[in-house]
Every structure is written in structure tokens, then in C-alpha cells.
């Protein structure tokens, strides 16, 4: 257990998940290496239980992750068929694995049309994310279910290309990295003198934005940052 309050962790959820969602957040731990142990989920909003969870497993050869789509409620796992709403679109770019300096990239986001709302270090890249005015439902057994993941994850896709991002993040089950917590992978421990990388909020602006903006703005955006 580490000697961390996580409060960062619980003010970002709540600021993330806003008040256009009303479902369950997934705060979920995985081992660095498979087969280190198994994954410890956790699916709530109340911020006592969200720290906790995180000062018991966001530990050594462990990492932290929430779901960027809400679960149902009353939920015991993260699967397409248990979402429930798209709060956010995203970007996972693995700038040490590209070569590319996060400060770089990060300057290059800032003076976009539509920039992101929130710019994340993950202890080993960049994640940027744009939130939506309104969450985009996504309940698999909606009539147009099809319809809609077709059209987030195109639009995730989009941004993966102009930001020379991780293709394989663009799906809706999607886990990412949670701020406030520590990124202990190997090749972070490494190029950081042995000392975990911190998952921490570079900016946020909390600036919401339309869907229907963002397809017309990437429809037309060429690349910003090269693989």
C-alpha cells in the first residue's frame, strides 16, 4: 500500500465522468507482466472507495486503469455488452517508443481548432483527451448500437492517425492509464533512474465539445504529429 491520498485520482474521474454520465466508473489494477497476478476491478463513484482501491493496488509491478466509457450499473466486468455511455474521445501516443519529445507534441496539441480538453503524461507517453458536451449512449442492444460504435471508432482511428497514435486503443471497452497513480513498468522505471513514472494532468482546459465538431474538424486535419 502506498503513502498516497489519490485524491488527485478521484477529483479526475469526477471532473472526467462530469455530470452527463450517471453509471458506474471501472478503476481497474493489472499486473505489468501477465501472469503476475490477476487484475483487481472495481466498478463505483464514491471517492472514499476510488482511494482506497488505488492505495491497495497501485503498487510495484502493478498499474492503475479506468474505463473511459461507463459500465451499467450493478456491473462485475468491463465488455462491450456492459457499456453504457461515451463520455470522451482519446488519443494514446507512445512518444518514448517513437522517439518524439513529449514537449514537442504537447505544444503541437495546444494551438489546434479544437484542442484537446485534457493532456496527460502516463509516465511513459502522452494521452490526450477531447470531452463531449453531451455522453454518446452505447448500450449494445440499442437499435442503432452498430451504428454508433462504427462511428466513435472511426473518429478514434481519425485522431490515432493525425496524432501518430496506438491504433490498438480505439475500441469503446477501452482502459487507460489513471492520473495520480504511478507507472512502474520496466522501460519506465528504467529511463527514469529507476524511480516509477507519475501519471499526472500536464493541462486541462475541461472544454466540452460537440461530436458532430469534432467529425467535421478531423475530416479535414491533416497530420499534426509523425510516426
Not at 74 to 97: F, M, Q, Y
Not at 117 to 134: C, F, K, P, Q, T
Request: hydrophobic share 40%; aromatic share 8%; proline share 5%.
Amino acid at each position: 500500500m502506498r503513502e498516497r491520498s489519490y485524491q488527485e485520482s478521484a477529483d479526475f474521474l469526477a471532473d472526467f465522468f462530469g455530470a452527463t454520465t450517471e453509471h458506474a466508473v471501472e478503476l481497474r489494477s493489472f499486473a505489468n507482466r501477465s501472469g503476475d497476478g490477476p487484475a483487481r476491478p472495481l466498478f463505483t463513484r464514491d471517492t472514499d472507495m476510488i482511494t482506497a482501491h488505488c492505495a491497495r493496488w497501485d503498487g510495484d509491478g502493478r498499474g492503475m486503469f479506468f474505463g473511459v466509457c461507463t459500465r451499467v450499473t450493478g456491473s462485475h466486468t468491463g465488455r462491450r455488452v456492459d457499456l453504457v455511455e461515451c463520455p470522451a474521445l482519446w488519443v494514446d501516443i507512445d512518444t518514448a517508443k517513437m522517439g518524439l519529445d513529449k514537449d514537442t507534441v504537447v505544444s503541437a496539441l495546444r494551438p489546434l481548432p479544437l484542442p484537446p480538453s485534457v493532456i496527460i503524461d502516463s509516465g511513459g507517453g502522452l494521452h490526450a483527451y477531447w470531452l463531449l458536451n453531451e455522453a454518446i449512449g452505447v448500450t449494445a442492444d440499442a437499435p442503432d448500437a452498430e451504428t454508433t460504435e462504427e462511428a466513435i471508432t472511426s473518429t478514434l482511428k481519425q485522431l490515432a492517425g493525425i496524432f501518430a497514435g496506438d491504433l490498438n486503443v480505439c475500441d469503446l471497452a477501452r482502459v487507460m492509464r489513471l492520473p495520480g497513480t504511478l507507472n512502474t513498468k520496466t522501460d519506465v522505471m528504467a529511463a527514469n533512474a529507476g524511480s516509477p513514472g507519475e501519471c499526472r494532468i500536464i493541462e486541462a482546459s475541461w472544454v466540452r465539445h460537440e461530436f458532430d465538431d469534432l467529425v467535421e474538424w478531423l475530416d479535414w486535419q491533416r497530420p499534426v504529429v509523425e510516426r
